[in-house]
């Protein structure tokens, strides 16, 4: 983090304010409501375009001159965006070729939003422009406290397969590989995919079968960098021109996205920020929100963050959508908050009466300042007021979890021995931690480990020699791993590493496997121990390693699924199935004993706690997401009520608490 949005002294509270949509005496109503709710940073202009050039080359900057002037007169900070993120229709009209095309080769039409090609040198120009004027006339305005780049790049459309973007993506290869490396990276002897000439390479559009899976995953790396290099574009036009205004965009770190490879993006904005929508059909919903904001704070290099975007209650497009329960939003923007979220920001500030969104939930909905979610909203605005002390405060963690974005690439592609979601794989090792009380750092391969007594490693499927190396350097040296099936399977191109599975941690793991044996939708795996298992498991010979659990019967019985390797100092388990839930539990605990971890404080299940650290307090966010009311054995003022806590924190049920401690 090289900066962080100017003039906000407590945690941010807003959200997306669009007042194109809105008629003008409606903005004024809006900010005095702002004010009652505590609202104190707003993101404006992120689908203006079309508002202010209204067609080529002419501007109207009058009403956003006003709506900044409000929002400055009522104490509350911008966020100004660029106003990239949507070309408007003159624009696009003009410039059919701007519009980005689909691996079946049919071209987008206008008339929905993010409708452009990465590599149209019309969109990046007149983006350019475009950010340039913006950045000229509101630069010094006195509200102006962040540059809100764009929006969530690659949301829509994340691949581009049109004959600009192949040339673009030949030109990335040839910057890589020679024409022989190309053809043995990608394996190309295998049907006939050999190449002669570098003009025969193409993305990976529409085939009779199966792509190649090594053009695949470079696809995915070049549709990131291309992206990237747009984001960077826009950027050092604002750097450039207002070199104190931090500049950040807002990334889609969560169960819903993986096309970009955050590691790299997280490198050049100034401050991490990320949006975040909860499945509402799960029950565990909150589990899947802690891991994504641990993934952003991993982003963030455990700087604190921004949750740009959340919703008040129901978004408009997952199958059913169920409307948060009461107390729900709450709990979620003290999770954030807890996991190193400087603030939680939602889409929108008013419920929009037309266009494509009009269903989402917003701060203020159609129904109103009387409601349960504006009462909601006002109450955490308010609160947010009492917790000054914790901005920029850190998380503490013992705990590493390797999370790979190009892992999700290589190993979900198809024809693979199970279909296969990285997201959800690291996720159900995740809940076993996050049951047990442990707070998890997000590393990329090769992260910096010192510190931690463990580091997790689901489904790395594919590594480079450098990173199986790192690995083994932690566990030799005397860390604790904890290494799960369909890691280590593959090199940076997809090529199968040979001698048995896990190729690249065989050693590590004292364990060789022959064969993979996925087991039938709904079907269990009885193990040793009183486990259970499902989804997968594998002909595993132990190779000096300790057997902690074998399946039991089946056509594996006897085999190990669980073990245990002394390597170095240190010790691997590998994990050769997928535990049910509560058998995730038991192994962890023990995995976590063995590291010598232990949870923040001793809370019933359901109760989340997670330690913020300052210079020379610390504080705990307390949530319980049970029914029933709980007493925590902290010590301390708690924050948000102002009383002391000595003789037990009390957490309501469904309530929160924030604690300095003693
Ligand atoms: C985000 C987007 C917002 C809004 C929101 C609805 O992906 O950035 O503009 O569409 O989703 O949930």
């Not at 519009?99 to 039409?109: E, H, K, Q, T």
């Not at 673009?168 to 002669?196: C, E, I, K, P």
């Not at 490879?261 to 401050?271: G, I, K, L, P, S």
């Not at 892992?407 to 809940?431: C, N």
Request: charged share 20%; hydrophobic share 40%; with cysteine.
């Amino acid at each position: 983090m090289t900066g962080w949005p100017t003039g906000l002294a407590s945690p941010s509270w807003g959200g997306d304010y669009n007042p194109e949509q809105w008629p003008e005496h409606v903005w004024k109503q809006d900010v005095e409501l702002m004010r009652r709710a505590g609202v104190n940073l707003v993101s404006v202009g992120i689908f203006a375009w079309a508002r202010l050039e209204v067609a080529d080359n002419r501007f109207d900057f009058g009403w956003l001159d006003q709506v900044l002037d409000l929002l400055h007169d009522g104490g509350i900070r911008v966020c100004l965006a660029n106003a990239t993120a949507s070309p408007p229709p003159w624009l696009t009209g003009a410039n059919p070729d701007l519009l980005p095309v689909r691996a079946d080769g049919v071209r987008l039409s206008h008339g929905s939003r993010q409708e452009y090609c990465p590599t149209s040198p019309v969109y990046r120009d007149r983006a350019i422009a475009l950010t340039e004027k913006i950045a000229l006339r509101y630069g010094e305005h006195p509200a102006l406290a962040a540059w809100h780049v764009n929006n969530e790049y690659g949301c829509h459309v994340s691949r581009c397969y049109c004959d600009r973007c192949a040339g673009v993506f030949r030109d990335w290869l040839r910057a890589r590989y020679d024409l022989d490396g190309l053809n043995r990276a990608w394996g190309t002897d295998f049907w006939s995919q050999h190449y002669s000439s570098w003009d025969q390479v193409l993305p990976p559009r529409v085939t009779p079968t199966l792509p190649n899976p090594g053009q695949v995953l470079d696809f995915a790396r070049f549709c990131s960098d291309a992206l990237l290099d747009l984001f960077c574009a826009e950027r050092d036009v604002l750097s450039e021109l207002t070199p104190d205004v931090p500049v950040t965009t807002n990334f889609m770190a969560n169960w819903t996205f993986k096309a970009l490879n955050y590691w790299h993006w997280a490198a050049e904005v100034d401050f991490v920020s990320n949006d975040h929508y909860t499945r509402a059909d799960d029950p565990e919903r909150h589990i899947e929100l802690a891991l994504s904001a641990d993934l952003v704070r991993g982003l963030s290099r455990g700087e604190p963050w921004l949750l740009m975007e959340q919703s008040t209650s129901a978004v408009n497009w997952q199958p059913r959508n169920f409307a948060k329960l009461a107390g729900e939003m709450r709990r979620n923007s003290y999770s954030h908050l807890a996991r190193g979220a400087d603030g939680t920001l939602f889409f929108q500030w008013r419920q929009s009466r037309a266009g494509a969104e009009r269903f989402h939930s917003a701060m203020l909905p159609h129904a109103g300042e009387d409601t349960k979610v504006f009462r909601e909203v006002t109450q955490v605005g308010e609160e947010y007021g009492r917790l000054a002390e914790l901005v920029g405060s850190t998380v503490d963690a013992q705990v590493a979890l390797v999370y790979d974005f190009e892992s999700a690439w290589a190993a979900e592609q198809p024809a693979h021995p199970v279909a296969f979601d990285y997201y959800a794989t690291v996720l159900g090792l995740y809940k076993a931690l996050w049951q047990l009380g442990v707070t998890v750092d997000v590393v990329p391969p090769s992260a910096d480990l010192t510190g931690y007594r463990l580091v997790v490693v689901p489904a790395l499927y594919q590594v480079t020699d450098d990173e199986a190396r790192w690995l083994e350097d932690y566990v030799r040296a005397g860390g604790h791993a904890l290494v799960t099936w369909f890691s280590g399977i593959a090199d940076e191109n997809s090529r199968v590493r040979l001698g048995g599975y896990p190729g690249a941690f065989r050693d590590l793991l004292g364990v060789r496997v022959e064969e993979f044996f996925p087991l039938a939708e709904g079907d269990t795996a009885k193990l040793t121990g009183g486990l259970s298992a499902s989804y997968w498991s594998e002909l595993l010979h132990a190779n000096g390693c300790e057997v902690v659990s074998s399946y039991v019967d089946g056509p594996l019985d006897g085999v190990p699924a669980v073990t245990r390797n002394v390597f170095g100092e240190g010790v691997a388990w590998y994990l050769a199935t997928t535990l049910d839930a509560d058998s995730a539990v038991t192994v962890l605990s023990d995995v976590l004993a063995g590291a010598g971890v232990t949870p923040i404080v001793s809370a019933p299940p359901g109760v989340e706690v997670v330690r913020r650290r300052g210079e020379r307090i610390s504080w705990l966010v307390a949530i319980n997401h049970t029914g029933a009311d709980v007493v925590l054995p902290v010590e301390g003022v708690e924050l948000i009520s102002g009383v002391d806590t000595a003789g037990g924190l009390p957490v309501p049920a469904g309530g929160v608490a924030v604690v300095r401690e003693v």
